[in-house]
């Protein structure tokens, strides 16, 4: 078989494209099963908690220039 400069780039580029996939892959799994364990991790600690006593999600901050009100005077 015969192949020319072209196809051997062509074939490179996909195999980087593979290897690109492979890996965000492979994390996005580990990832995934990461963020499962914290959250079964968070329910198992706030079970039994009083509901004033559970951490609230922090809210983020609004710029004063978004808020729609004078506050930036």
Do not use: C, K
């Amino acid at each position: 078989m015969v192949e020319t400069a072209g196809a051997l780039i062509i074939f490179t580029e996909i195999g980087q494209l593979a290897a690109i996939a492979a890996i965000r892959t492979a994390l996005n799994y580990f990832l995934g099963r990461e963020i499962a364990r914290e959250r079964a991790e968070l329910e198992r600690n706030t079970e039994g908690e009083p509901e004033q006593h559970r951490r609230r999600p922090a809210v983020p901050a609004v710029p004063s220039g978004l808020t729609g009100g004078d506050a930036a005077q």
